[in-house]
Nanobody, 121 residues
């Protein structure tokens, strides 16, 4: 069974930095695109950034250079480095990946359980 597990969330002051990680595990044949989403209090879940299997990133327009998405294909892991954090970045951050199962060849989207990022002074 394929699983995604995020880590790295926590409490940070405005202007601070955090690095989120998300590792995929299980019987994996191939990982296609990977992405980070977030959902703030009372908000809908929104895309933060995604990255292709070849490493090409795309960012939400509001990121404006503050976040960097990367991946380590050897470790089945995607990262989100966040700088210059703002109060409005407070949210639960979710990892998403499109994965082909090595068990039955099923390809679909998988989600992590989420990691809370709180930006507060």
């Amino acid at each position: 069974q394929v699983q995604l597990a995020e880590s790295g969330g926590g409490l940070v002051q405005p202007g601070g930095s955090l690095r989120l990680s998300c590792a995929a595990s299980g019987n994996i044949d191939r990982i296609n695109g990977m992405a980070w989403y977030r959902q703030g209090p009372g908000d809908q879940r929104e895309l933060v950034a995604d990255i292709t299997s070849g490493g090409r990133p795309t960012y939400a327009h509001w990121v404006k250079g503050r976040f960097t998405i990367s991946r380590d294909n050897a470790k089945n892991t995607v990262y989100l480095q966040m700088y210059s954090l703002k109060l409005e970045d407070t949210a639960v951050y979710y990892c998403n990946a499109n994965i082909r199962s090595g068990t039955d060849g099923y390809t679909g989207d998988y989600w992590g359980q989420g990691t809370l990022v709180t930006v507060s002074s």
